[in-house]
Every structure is written in structure tokens, then in C-alpha cells.
């Protein structure tokens, strides 16, 4: 009986995990596309699209439980479409290891999020994981260099993504009696719809592409985003907010090293001290998510 009993909980953790690895690597096959001259743009309208179209009948299921509800899945298509264009933008063209770092301040943005819009104490943990964040973004950023050296777009996007994902987090709250696909939907649709108006705005089409790139996109969108979608809400669906948090740095820690060892990336004194108070700052606000009243 307790094997039983355990079996869907190890089914969520591992589901939770294969979406970190999904997610952590997905630079890989972006810098790839890059180097085919498919930029991230295009990557996410057709990508993200196909995932929105298999997911959609499921939508169609539960509209009747969305009376009432419209504002909030259209705020949850901004934020999560904003969070997840921008980061992908960002690891498609920028360095891979400064990116999740960045976006991985989202804790910070969370804590701030719930306290102003949830009305959540600032916990003695949460105070000091939000310092620890702070420190690690300091440090990131290069430590004392930070007042002399401007931000990048790249650090503007990653840094946007990680402050509209914890906004999108807190809206998700509010919005917990959602399904998990109409979440997925909205996310994903957000992000197609912004990341088409970044393909106008750069004058890009998409029908500007051959049959194989159509192919290898489409595959893109089949074999890593709709199963890492699927395996990250159907893991984030069965197990507490605070372990799936812990969980979910799993896709942080996958990115970095992947980055360096696969990516041939460096990671400076500045970047790596930074990730060690970032991610104890994420395991800190994850614990304290877990010991917070329902």
C-alpha cells in the first residue's frame, strides 16, 4: 500500500525534473537555429504554436469554467507570454550562463509580488533571501563594476523575464482553480502573439521558410516544448508549491553547466559567486513557500 501510495508522487517529481532538463536545455537547440539563420522569433510562433494548437481541444473542455475568469487568463497570457519570450529571446542571442542567472532573481520578484499584491508577510527567510538575491545580483553583474558597466539587452530581457514570471506566479495564485492546460495555453499563446509582433517589428515572415526549416521547427515544438510543458504543469500540479520551487532550480542548474561544459561558455569568480547566493536565495524562499499557511 505504501509503494502505491508513493507512485504518483514519484511520477510528479519526475516529471518536475525531465521538464528542468526540457527547459535548462532548450538553449541548445536555439543557438543551433541560430546558426541555420532561424531566429528566436520565428523559434517561438512556430514552436510554441504547435504546442497551443495540440493543447487546445482541451481548453475547448473546460471554457465553462472560465466565466468570469477572462481578465486573469488574459493577465496570465501577458506575464507568462512576456516571461517566456524574453527569455528565450535572450538565451537565443545572449550568454547563456547570465541569462538564467538573471531570470532566476524571479524569487526576488515573487517575495516583493505577494507582499504587495497578496498582502504575504516578509518572514524573517524571506528578508534574508531576498538579501542574498540582491547580493547575488550584484555580484552577476560583475560587483563593483556594476555602477560603470550599462546593462545589455540581453540583461534587460533576462532580467524582465524573471520579473514577469514571478508577476505571472502571483496571478497564477490568484487563479489556482484554473486548469493546468488553460494555463499552458494562455502562457504559450502569449508567448506566440508577442514573439509574432517582435517578427514584425524586425521586418520578419513567417513564410519566409523552407520546407525543412517548417520540419525542424515543427519538431522542435512536438519533441521539447509541448513534452516539457506538459511534464512541468503536470509536476508543478501535484506537489507543493515549496518542493516543486526546490525542484524547478534543477532547469538553473542544467542550464549553467550545460552551458559550459557543451557551450564552451565561461564562468567568471563574479558569475559563479553570484549563482551560489541566487540559487541558496531560490531554496530559501522555496522552504519558506512550503511552511507557509494554505
Given at each position: 500500500?505504501?509503494?502505491?501510495?508513493?507512485?504518483?508522487?514519484?511520477?510528479?517529481?519526475?516529471a518536475l525534473?525531465?521538464?528542468?532538463?526540457?527547459?535548462?536545455?532548450?538553449?541548445?537547440?536555439?543557438?543551433s537555429l541560430?546558426?541555420?539563420?532561424?531566429?528566436?522569433?520565428?523559434?517561438?510562433?512556430?514552436?510554441?504554436g504547435?504546442?497551443?494548437?495540440l493543447?487546445?481541444?482541451?481548453?475547448?473542455?473546460?471554457?465553462?469554467?472560465?466565466?468570469?475568469q477572462?481578465?486573469?487568463v488574459l493577465?496570465?497570457?501577458?506575464?507568462?507570454?512576456?516571461?517566456t519570450t524574453?527569455?528565450?529571446?535572450?538565451?537565443?542571442?545572449?550568454?547563456?550562463?547570465?541569462v538564467?542567472?538573471?531570470?532566476?532573481?524571479?524569487?526576488?520578484?515573487?517575495i516583493?509580488?505577494?507582499?504587495?499584491?497578496?498582502?504575504?508577510?516578509?518572514?524573517q527567510?524571506r528578508?534574508?533571501?531576498?538579501?542574498?538575491?540582491?547580493?547575488?545580483?550584484?555580484?552577476?553583474?560583475?560587483g563593483?563594476?556594476?555602477f560603470?558597466t550599462?546593462?545589455?539587452?540581453?540583461?534587460?530581457?533576462?532580467?524582465?523575464s524573471?520579473?514577469?514570471?514571478?508577476?505571472?506566479?502571483?496571478?497564477?495564485?490568484i487563479?489556482?482553480?484554473?486548469?493546468?492546460t488553460v494555463?499552458?495555453?494562455?502562457?504559450?499563446?502569449?508567448?506566440?502573439?508577442?514573439?509574432f509582433?517582435?517578427?514584425?517589428?524586425?521586418?520578419q515572415?513567417?513564410?519566409?521558410?523552407?520546407?525543412?526549416?517548417?520540419?525542424?521547427?515543427?519538431a522542435l515544438?512536438?519533441l521539447?516544448?509541448?513534452?516539457?510543458?506538459?511534464?512541468?504543469?503536470?509536476?508543478?500540479?501535484?506537489?507543493?508549491?515549496?518542493?516543486?520551487?526546490?525542484?524547478?532550480?534543477?532547469?538553473l542548474?542544467?542550464?549553467?553547466?550545460s552551458?559550459?561544459?557543451?557551450g564552451?561558455?565561461h564562468?567568471?569568480?563574479?558569475?559563479m559567486?553570484?549563482?551560489?547566493?541566487?540559487?541558496?536565495?531560490?531554496?530559501?524562499?522555496?522552504?519558506?513557500?512550503?511552511?507557509?499557511?494554505?
Open positions: 500500500m505504501l509503494k502505491l501510495s508513493l507512485r504518483p508522487r514519484q511520477k510528479a517529481v519526475s525534473l525531465a521538464g528542468s532538463v526540457f527547459w535548462g536545455l532548450l538553449w541548445w537547440p536555439l543557438k541560430v546558426l541555420l539563420h532561424i531566429q528566436g522569433s520565428v523559434v517561438q510562433v512556430y514552436a510554441f504547435i504546442s497551443v494548437l493543447l487546445l481541444p482541451n481548453v475547448w473542455g473546460n471554457l465553462a469554467r472560465l466565466r468570469g477572462i481578465r486573469l493577465l496570465i497570457a501577458a506575464l507568462g507570454g512576456w516571461a524574453a527569455l528565450v529571446t535572450s538565451l537565443a542571442a545572449g550568454s547563456v550562463v547570465r538564467m542567472l538573471l531570470f532566476y532573481l524571479a524569487p526576488v520578484w515573487t516583493l509580488a505577494a507582499k504587495i499584491f497578496l498582502g504575504e508577510a516578509f518572514t527567510l528578508l534574508i533571501a531576498l538579501a542574498l538575491a540582491l547580493a547575488g545580483l550584484a555580484a552577476t553583474l560583475g563593483p563594476e556594476i560603470s550599462p546593462l545589455s539587452m540581453m540583461d534587460m530581457l533576462a532580467l524582465s524573471g520579473l514577469t514570471f514571478a508577476l505571472n506566479n502571483v496571478a497564477v495564485r487563479g489556482h482553480d484554473l486548469p493546468d494555463r499552458a495555453v494562455a502562457i504559450n499563446t502569449g508567448c506566440v502573439v508577442i514573439s509582433g517582435f517578427m514584425c517589428w524586425n521586418g515572415s513567417v513564410f519566409a521558410l523552407d520546407i525543412i526549416q517548417i520540419a525542424i521547427l515543427s515544438g512536438l521539447w516544448i509541448l513534452p516539457g510543458t506538459l511534464a512541468t504543469f503536470y509536476g508543478v500540479a501535484r506537489l507543493d508549491a515549496g518542493k516543486a520551487a526546490i525542484l524547478l532550480l534543477a532547469e542548474l542544467v542550464g549553467v553547466f552551458a559550459v561544459w557543451i564552451g561558455e564562468l567568471s569568480l563574479h558569475e559567486a553570484g549563482g551560489i547566493l541566487i540559487l541558496t536565495a531560490a531554496v530559501i524562499e522555496a522552504r519558506s513557500e512550503n511552511s507557509a499557511p494554505a
